[in-house]
């Protein structure tokens, strides 16, 4: 009946297949949906955790948050520091442009991701964006130790002058 119209049983075979594959790709989440800079278009995906990827702009950084395809109660979201704000410190580049993290947040808790606010989902993250952070957290820290200990010791020398 096909060869009426110049087809073939194996080319129309062939072309069954290739549709089922397309479907099959399209539907498995390999082919990503691109939100552009429509921080929207992703959250929307990320309720169901349907791959997608977006660049956002947070203080002058640009991230890229990436959502994988995920067949289990945990959905896979990579975040990465594409570009760090110009002017900034040169250890904030060091530390952290380039530098990327996966998060494995259950899918009971996506409610709970907030892409503006790394705390709301950095405890689910690994990762040397992750390290770098909390580096820089341990660094501020710091200083501030060290700058309010001197301003102890000056009293400490106030008093012990006084004896």
């Known amino acids: 009946m096909f060869r009426r119209f110049g087809y073939s049983a194996d080319s129309l075979m062939v072309v069954g297949l290739i549709i089922v594959a397309g479907l099959i790709i399209y539907s498995s989440g390999i082919i990503k949906k691109d939100c552009g800079k429509d921080r929207d278009c992703f959250v929307d995906k990320l309720k169901d955790c349907k791959t997608a990827k977006v660049y956002l702009l947070k203080n002058d950084n640009v991230y890229s948050y990436t959502i994988g395809a995920s067949y289990t109660t945990i959905c896979n979201i990579y975040v990465k520091m594409e570009r760090i704000a110009l002017g900034a410190d040169p250890e904030f580049e060091r530390l952290l442009e380039g530098k ?28 040397p964006l992750k390290e770098g952070l909390y580096e820089l957290i341990i660094q501020r820290m710091y200083t501030l130790v060290v700058k309010e200990l001197s301003g102890v010791l000056q009293k400490a020398q106030g008093v012990l002058n006084e004896v």
């Open 100 to 127: 990327e993290m996966q998060c494995k947040v259950p899918r009971d808790k996506l409610y709970t991701f907030k892409v503006d606010d790394f705390n709301s989902f950095i405890n689910y993250c690994n990762g």
